[in-house]
């Protein structure tokens, strides 16, 4: 049972550069959403998804695209890399009931941007 | 806006000490409160509270919601070492289509042998 597997682990982009971080789960989870932390902010929502098909923005979206085309993978996509979006990210999902449920997170993937 | 703040944001004990970590939250649409424990890699789901007053328990952790109060607490009895990680408190709310998590700082905890 994976889970939620994220990829790649480690990257380091120089300035400009774009790429995508990839976030896969096997649960059927409706909902899914990325996080980026860093040290003393906590984790912020980046953006988040309620379904194939469906995207939002969270608190932080600048710099970055998602897409939803199946129920199992949301990619994140920074479009042209900055210092500023050297990170860990998060992937999480979680299935959708009206309380909530808890969040299922991937093992982060740790961006360094020079 | 929507904040949760948790106290103290750092914490060093001793073996055997009991803990109470705190999280405050200021929420519109307070769905319900989780908190999560995060060591090296992807936070870990320890509990999720949506009503007042009802201890949940784990072993040696359990944790309390007071919705009139707007704050929950995290105790840990009898600490050991493989307790030290980062705790997370996050709060969901009714937002958007699905309602978000919005997460405190943590509380990075020590525990000294």
């Known amino acids: 049972n994976a889970g939620v597997t994220q990829t790649p682990k480690f990257q380091v982009l120089k300035t400009g550069q774009s790429m995508t971080l990839q976030c896969a789960q096997d649960m059927n989870h409706e909902y899914m959403s990325w996080y980026r932390q860093d040290p003393g902010m906590g984790l912020r929502l980046i953006h988040y998804?309620?379904?194939?098909?469906?995207?939002d923005q969270g608190e932080v979206p600048n710099g970055y695209n998602v897409s939803r085309s199946t129920t199992e993978d949301f990619p994140l996509r920074l479009l042209s890399a900055a210092p500023s979006q050297t990170s860990v990210y998060f992937c999480?999902?979680?299935?959708?009931?009206?309380?909530?449920?808890?969040?299922?997170f991937g093992n982060g993937t740790r961006l360094t941007v020079t | 806006e929507d904040k949760v703040v948790q106290s103290p944001l750092s914490l060093v004990v001793h073996e055997g000490d009991t803990v109470t970590l705190n999280c405050s939250y200021e929420v519109t649409n307070f769905r319900s409160l989780l908190w999560y424990k995060q060591e090296k890699k992807a936070p870990t789901f320890l509990f999720m509270l949506t009503s007042s007053g009802i201890e949940k328990k784990s072993g040696r952790l359990s944790s309390i919601l007071d919705k009139k109060e707007l704050f929950s607490i995290l105790n840990i009895t009898a600490t050991q070492t493989g307790d030290s990680a980062i705790y997370l408190c996050a709060v969901l709310n009714y937002g958007g289509s699905q309602g978000n998590l919005i997460f405190g700082k943590g509380t990075k905890l020590s525990v000294k042998p």
């Open positions: 999480a999902s979680s299935r959708w009931t009206p309380e909530g449920a808890p969040l299922h």
């Open positions: 998804s309620v379904g194939a098909g469906i995207t």
